[in-house]
């Protein structure tokens, strides 16, 4: 990358593909309400030796950075100006065909007026005005992570599909790294490729991991005994002239004759077995 400064702008020299990944990468982050405008764009900053796109939307926070040298200078760029500049970036690399595409540049203007220049068309980029929050403090250092530290975390799937799949289509072998400390920390990613690294940061989702498993569900009542047929006016009359019962005790006497007489069976006028038949 080369680097030419001018009073109101610095012109920086790129390979098509390398910006072209980034971009295509960084849309991901950028906030889709406008509650936070600058959100809603992509912050553009070179700075220390690197080129680094950064989005966030208050829940996950994207940075991808390459290797590009010359003076600081920054800008916050709408996603639909980026955006528009894929269709360019792609015709460039076709141009410049598979043996020379590492030699051909395009032209990134980052200044009062930002712009990128394919040789072929220029696209004017568009500012959003306001300052970008400091996203460099939210992304947490290597160092922080202990190699042997289990912890469990809960995470948006749809974040967490969108960052293996940018490192599945532009990373090394497809390796995506995932770090996290414990279930309230952010969760921090990482892939690369020989022309620039990523960083995503995602913001881990409640989830009360202590709750005692919910209680089984009830069995289910017993069903009903079946209805007993009442005792027929014969046994029950049987029942007063053997013992001496009375009415309300009928039953329970005719079932005892029931069980000492194998063939006792009876049934009442209606047809309907009495209580006593089968004991």
């Given amino acids: 990358m080369t680097e030419t400064a001018t009073d109101t702008a610095t012109e920086r020299e790129l390979a098509p593909a390398t910006l072209y990944a980034m971009i295509d990468q960084v849309l991901h982050g950028v906030a889709r309400d406008d509650s936070r405008p600058v959100l809603t764009g992509v912050h553009v900053k070179i700075e220390d030796g ?52 590492d030699h051909t540049t395009v032209t990134l203007t980052i200044g009062e007026h930002c712009a990128l220049d394919t040789g072929v068309a220029r696209i004017a980029l568009l500012k959003i005005a306001g300052t970008y929050p400091n996203y460099g403090q939210l992304i947490p250092a290597l160092d922080s992570y202990a190699a042997d530290a289990g912890c469990h975390i809960a995470i948006n799937g749809t974040y967490l599909a969108k960052i293996a799949a940018a490192a599945a289509k532009y990373g090394d072998s497809g390796i995506l790294r995932m770090r996290t400390t414990t279930p309230s920390s952010p969760m921090r990613c990482d892939w690369k490729s020989d022309k620039w690294n990523a960083t995503a940061v995602v913001m881990p989702m409640f989830v009360n991991w202590d709750a005692p ?35 309300d005790i009928a039953e329970s006497v005719c079932i005892e004759f029931g069980a000492e007489l194998s063939d006792h069976y009876c049934e009442r006028e209606d047809g309907t077995d009495c209580a006593c038949t089968g004991h």
């Fill in 213 to 247: 498993a919910p209680a089984p569900a009830p069995a289910p009542a017993p069903a009903p005994a079946p209805a007993r047929a009442s005792v027929c006016e014969s046994c029950t009359d049987s029942a007063r002239e053997n013992d001496g019962a009375s009415a």
């Fill in 50 to 101: 690197a080129l680094t796109l950064a989005s966030a939307d208050g829940f996950q926070l994207w940075a991808l950075s390459a290797p590009c040298q010359g003076a600081s200078a920054s800008a916050i760029l709408t996603a639909d100006t980026l955006k528009a500049t894929l269709p360019a970036l792609k015709a460039a690399i076709k141009a410049a065909g598979k043996y020379d595409a």
